[in-house]
């Protein structure tokens, strides 16, 4: 079980497979997607080899990101690569929905079990202003479809003050009959966000007391759920997730290593800069990969570090997908 010096388990694994995205979302890539990294991307052989090495050391879920991971053809391939190894219950992918309606079926039919999707509003035109494309009820269809294939919805919502913060009740309203994951999730500040970050995080515990008092029953999190603090309601079918990175205590519950497109392993989202493993995921020798992995996890600090102002090498979210 790979576990680190304070004693955390990690049953998640965040693969990144491209840093390439197609949205200019104002909190990620305002200016659109910059090519800056060499696009030698991991190959289907290596996304197996790492799946294997990580599910032998007792991962039980792997969520497919990008840059947004649908750019790349191959990702029904990638999903049933996850899919088919042995001790792998869960595979799931986070994307911006651009075509979901054409893709949701292959994806489900590779073995897709879940998906994450961002919408940080229900209004087209905010919608539009945030990401750069008028796609909000393209989503919204692909989102009904992948709720009949079976496969469990969650809906991320960045928080930004002077964008969405009043768009609670549009929210809670969508999710009174429609059976998804709203999760709320607090603005990040990275290397590239400074100014924006300060003109709009907000805190989502305001949100947290509002559905306290409004009724809402906080869930007892599984071991390979993500970071969210989720609550559910009699009278609603969807629920509500808060992340909330600069609340105390956030990081003790961490259970998720990430790998980026280039085969670099981040012990954290905001770690000083990712841990280049790639020989070992290239050798055959997967033994070798599962050594270095339980070698360098030694080096996984107790926290992000975010309360100081520091945000290590991500300059920005699409580089490992969040």
């Known amino acids: 079980m790979l576990q680190d010096k304070f004693g955390r388990r990690f049953h998640y694994l965040r693969l990144s497979i491209t840093d390439v995205c197609n949205f200019s979302c104002e909190y990620c890539l305002p200016d659109g997607y910059q090519c ?100 909000l009820d393209v989503i919204l269809r692909g989102i009904d479809r992948a709720l009949e294939r079976g496969v469990t919805v969650k809906v ?56 306290t008092s409004d009724g809402w029953q906080q869930i007892i999190r599984d071991k390979a759920a993500g970071p969210a603090q989720e609550f559910s309601h009699p009278d609603y079918a969807g629920r509500i997730g808060l992340i909330m990175p600069y609340s105390k205590d956030f990081c003790a519950s961490c259970n998720r290593l990430r790998i980026s497109a280039l085969g670099k ?4 989202l905001f770690s000083e800069h990712g841990l280049d493993i790639r020989e070992y995921i290239t050798d055959d020798d997967t033994h070798r990969l599962q050594e270095e992995l339980t070698v ?27």
């Open 36 to 135: 800056d990294t060499p696009r030698d991307f991991l190959s289907l052989n290596e996304i197996k080899r790492i799946a294997s090495a990580f599910a032998q050391l007792g991962t039980s879920k792997i969520r497919i990101t990008g840059g947004e991971p649908s750019l790349r053809k191959d990702l029904p391939q990638a999903i049933r690569a996850c899919a088919s190894t042995p001790g792998i219950d869960q595979v799931a992918i986070t994307t911006n929905g651009y075509k979901l309606p054409e893709h949701i079926d292959s994806w489900v039919d590779a073995g897709l079990t879940s998906m994450n999707i961002s919408i940080d509003s229900l209004d087209p035109r905010m919608f539009a202003s945030i990401t750069g494309h008028d796609k």
């Open 156 to 211: 991320n919502a960045v928080l930004m003050r002077h964008f969405n913060q009043h768009e609670l009740s549009s929210f809670l309203q969508w999710i009174k009959t429609t059976p998804v994951t709203l999760r709320f999730i607090e603005l990040m500040q990275t290397g590239d966000n400074q100014v924006f970050f300060d003109r709009n995080h907000t805190s989502g515990m305001p949100i947290k007391e509002q559905l």
């Open 265 to 268: 392993l981040h012990l954290c």
């Open 296 to 322: 360098l996890l030694g080096g996984k600090k107790s926290t992000h570090f975010l309360h100081d102002g520091y945000t290590g090498a991500t300059k920005h979210l699409a580089m490992l997908g969040g």
